[in-house]
């Protein structure tokens, strides 16, 4: 990427930075280079119009030269950053923490209201996050409900670790707890709601994944099995033993995949009683709650 030997306007390099990005295949070329551009200089999208012509100092042109590279080698702009927006909060990601995508707000659309309801009979509620990663979820949650409790599960402790300090900078540590946990393994005691974005991809189908996933997400937060299934299973088969009456499972899954969910659920006499798609139209997040048969 090069302007002159000499001067680097902001007008001049962002537009440099969008063609090697949109040369190398990229889509979305045109925000990537500028959020990856305000990143390296500081400044922000209006300094970008008020000021066009204000040139940035060689050791950031250089420096966006590099990330540049990294992006075009298939490192997604918010892992270079190092850190992504989600649901109304900031959260750090880490080498095995899944980036958490808009999708998944859909989990916490669905999941809000009924935690409204049982805070309003109750007073209070408490949710288990299994699989929590950077602590999208169980955060958003309580970011919205000041009367929420959440124990965030995961088998990484470097994950647990980048989810207590998304905590921390959220402003709501005093609220969650990190537990190293493989799935209920660990978990004691009972809740009002069992959240989940478990793996759900085929392990045949991992390889033919975006670069962005293959290279950089953590390959067991992907690999749900042969058929992608196998966390469901498992949530399925032990969480009555740990939801309080009128309790609620709510749940991430893949496109196509919700009638085999529900089928799992209601084995294990769970009742489908909410669905709420994503931005592409798909079911993406299911509620059940018990039944007796």
């Known amino acids: 990427m090069t302007v002159s030997d000499t001067s680097h306007p902001l007008a001049a390099v962002l537009r440099q930075a969008r063609a090697s990005l949109a040369a190398a295949g990229i889509e979305s070329a045109e925000l990537d280079a500028r959020l990856l551009l305000e990143w390296i200089t500081g400044c922000d999208q209006m300094e970008l119009i008020r000021n066009p012509n204000r040139v940035i100092s060689k050791h950031d ?6 990330v540049l590279a990294r992006r075009i080698n298939g490192e997604s702009v918010h892992r270079i950053i190092g850190k992504r927006a989600f649901f109304g909060i900031e959260l750090a990601l880490s080498t095995e923490t899944l980036e958490p995508r808009p999708d998944t707000e859909a989990l916490v659309e669905l999941a809000l209201p009924f935690l409204q309801n049982r805070i309003l009979a109750n007073g209070v509620a408490d949710i288990v996050d299994l699989g929590t990663g950077t602590g999208a979820i169980a955060l958003s949650l309580l970011d919205q409900v000041q009367q929420l409790r959440a124990v965030g599960v995961d088998i990484s402790a470097d994950a647990l670790g980048t989810a207590r300090e998304n905590a921390r900078l959220a402003g709501v540590s005093s609220r969650f707890a990190a537990l ?3 799935w209920f393994s660990a978990l004691t005691g009972s809740y009002d709601m069992i959240i989940s974005n478990p793996p759900y991809i085929r392990t045949g189908d991992i ?11 953590p390959v067991r937060a992907l690999d749900g099995g042969l058929d992608g299934l196998n966390p469901y299973r ?3 088969e032990n969480a009555r033993g740990y939801l309080r009456p009128g309790g609620a499972l709510a749940l991430e899954i893949g496109a196509g995949q919700r009638d085999e969910i ?6 294990q006499n769970f009742s489908l009683s909410g669905v709420k798609q994503d931005f592409g139209g798909h079911d993406r997040a299911l509620l059940f709650t018990t039944f007796e048969k």
């Open 262 to 267: 529900e089928a799992i659920f209601c084995v």
């Open 207 to 217: 390889a033919q994944l975006q670069k962005e996933v293959v290279l950089h997400d």
């Open 61 to 66: 042109y250089d420096a966006l030269g590099a």
């Open 180 to 182: 190293l946990s493989d």
């Open 234 to 236: 498992i949530i399925a």
